[in-house]
């Protein structure tokens, strides 16, 4: 294989039998990294399915002479997570990039939402990033390198109606990032964010409402988002050439990259001597015309894509 940006590094991508993930694998493997490929098989909302979808994308990489082992291990487990990253040192000598990718979904509207509902979305997205970031910190502290690469989402960053478990997980996945670049960048460990739209399994589920215009322009923007551009800024991201890029939340949808901010106080209030709820019911309102409104992310980004 041709020499690549990511020649000699060695990738664990969790959920990488199927969708995102799965272009990912087989983008990074092409640029000459050797490949962890975790995926349980698991059904859109988590059930077991009896597929074995690492192997497969195991195989695709292999046939093209790539480097790739198949892991079967649950994100979402403790012990799982640590088996996978100990898979990727045993097999090939060290882990330099982490891809938090798994997931599942379980919409339900807020007030029918069940805690198995709440907690199964939690503990695959939340909990599975954090366990598998936790997994390999001591790795990329000792060789003080390493690159991770965390999928948030759009249903995070401005919410989105019936996905209160998955927004809640992918906005805390923002948190765990930040945290990662401060108490790591000292160890020359970088930690990225990657709000993807891809055309997927997951984004098929999504109920398509609304008038023929609203459904065409739908299949049009599905069209548009193949699932390979998020694993185009995420092969970057893992290199070396991403060096200074650090901290980011990088949106990938079709031909758009985009930058977002970070939350920053944007006014200052201050009353000397302390304030009253009355005073600042005078006060607290002026602010208005600043505030942010909270809309879902078509009516900030409401074009297709190329
Ligand atoms: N597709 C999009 O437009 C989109 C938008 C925003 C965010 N995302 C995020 O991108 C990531 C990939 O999404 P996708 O659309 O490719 O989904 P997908 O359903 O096609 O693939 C997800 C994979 O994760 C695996 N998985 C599920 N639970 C697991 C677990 N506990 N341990 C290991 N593997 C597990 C599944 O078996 C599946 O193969 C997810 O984190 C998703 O939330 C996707």
Redesign the pocket.
């Known amino acids: 294989m041709a020499e690549g940006m990511l020649q000699g590094k060695v990738a664990l991508i969790?959920?990488s039998?199927?969708?995102?993930?799965r272009s990912m694998a087989i983008l990074m493997s092409s640029r000459g990294a050797s490949v962890v490929v975790?995926?349980?098989?698991?059904g859109?909302h988590?059930e077991t399915t009896g597929e074995t979808?690492a192997q497969e994308v195991v195989d695709t990489i292999k046939k093209a002479g790539g480097n790739a082992v198949a892991n079967y291990?649950?994100?979402?487990d403790w012990d799982g997570a640590h088996r996978m990253v100990k898979q990727a040192v045993d097999t090939f000598g060290k882990i330099d990039i982490v891809v938090n990718?798994?997931?599942?979904l379980r919409d339900v509207m807020f007030h029918k939402m069940t805690p198995e509902e709440f907690d199964a979305v939690i503990k695959?997205?939340l909990f599975?990033s954090i366990y598998v970031s936790r997994a390999a910190a001591p790795e990329f502290r000792k060789q003080e390198s390493g690159s991770y690469i965390h999928?948030?989402?759009?249903?995070g960053l401005f919410g989105n109606i019936g996905q209160v478990n998955?927004g809640a997980a992918?906005t805390g996945i923002v948190g765990l990032s930040n945290t990662l670049v401060l108490e790591l960048a000292k160890y020359n460990v970088r930690s990225n964010c990657i709000?993807?739209?891809?055309n997927?399994?997951?984004?098929q589920s999504v109920p398509v409402r609304g008038t023929e215009e609203e459904k065409k322009a739908r299949e049009k923007k599905m069209a548009a988002?193949p699932?390979e551009s998020p694993g185009i800024l995420a092969t970057f991201l893992a290199s070396d050439l991403a060096k200074d890029v650090n901290g980011q939340i990088i949106g990938a949808r079709g031909s758009e990259i985009y930058l977002y901010n970070h939350s920053r106080p944007t006014r200052f209030l201050n009353h000397k001597g302390g304030w009253t709820p009355e005073l600042l019911a005078e006060s607290l309102p002026k602010l208005a015309p600043m505030f942010s409104p909270v809309v879902p992310a078509k009516t900030w980004m409401p074009w297709t894509p190329d």
């Not at 039998?17 to 993930?21: N, T, V």
């Not at 990718?101 to 599942?104: D, P, R, T």
């Not at 997927?200 to 984004?203: A, H, I, N, P, V």
């Open positions: 969790t959920g039998g199927r969708g995102i993930g975790n995926d349980v098989g698991a859109l988590g979808p291990d649950s994100v979402a990718n798994a997931g599942i695959v997205h599975g999928m948030t989402s759009v249903s998955y992918k709000s993807p739209s891809g997927t399994r997951m984004t988002t699932p």
